[in-house]
């Protein structure tokens, strides 16, 4: 296993559509070690695999408290079939550097995925499991939550992060 860097927000990839998995093999147990790996260490509660510049449709999760992780879940080319009800809460992003807010997100959802041996999944999820497997459904299809702020709200978090930017350069200079 390895730590992946993970790409930050004005990173391309993270606005890319990502590709389906089809060859359930070794390397694919690589990738997924490596993410969970690396979702851990950040620390982290989700990561999708374009956030470690890997362009496919493979997410984990873990939203066990700390000192019970170690069973994550793993999603292959993962779809939301139907969402129900809705939930305001607040977000960050391991992609999203020194910023958070509050996201709509259906509040119980039924997913369709695969298992990393390319099984069928079918669950339901509700509350926290179903915003991080919105969220990290959305970042497979190249959105970040910014994406799903007002406009007013994304204004500012460019302004921002422009300004972030800025700093980081005026340090390395
Ligand atoms: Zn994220």
Same mark, same amino acid.
């Given at each position: 296993? *390895?730590?992946?860097?993970? !790409? ?19 390397? @694919?147990?690589?990738?997924? *070690? &490596?993410? !969970?790996?690396?979702?851990? *260490? ?10 470690? +510049?890997?362009?496919? #449709? ?12 170690? &069973? ?33 997100? %259906? ?6 995925? #695969? +298992?990393?041996?390319?099984?069928? @999944? ?6 926290? %499991? *179903?915003?991080?497997?919105? /969220?990290? @459904?959305? /970042? ?31 340090? &390395?200079?």
């Amino acid at each position: 296993m *390895a730590l992946r860097e993970i !790409v930050t927000d004005p990173f391309p990839i993270l606005k890319e559509t990502t590709r389906p998995v089809t060859e359930f093999d070794d390397n @694919l147990k690589k990738l997924v *070690a &490596d993410m !969970v790996e690396t979702m851990y *260490a950040a620390p982290g509660v989700g990561l999708a695999a374009n956030q470690i +510049n890997i362009p496919l #449709q493979v997410a984990v999760i873990d939203i066990a408290p700390k000192e019970q992780k170690g &069973d994550p879940v793993v999603l292959i080319n993962p779809k939301i079939i139907k969402g129900e009800g809705e939930e305001v809460d607040e977000e960050g992003c391991l992609s999203v550097t020194d910023y958070t807010a509050k996201v709509k997100r %259906f509040s119980k959802i039924w997913v369709e995925a #695969q +298992n990393l041996e390319g099984q069928p @999944l079918n669950f339901e999820a509700e509350g926290f %499991f *179903a915003r991080v497997i919105q /969220h990290e @459904l959305d /970042h497979l299809n190249g959105k970040i939550f910014v994406d799903r702020l007002s406009t007013l709200k994304r204004t500012m978090y460019k302004k921002r992060r422009k300004k972030l930017q800025r700093q980081l350069d005026e340090a &390395d200079s």
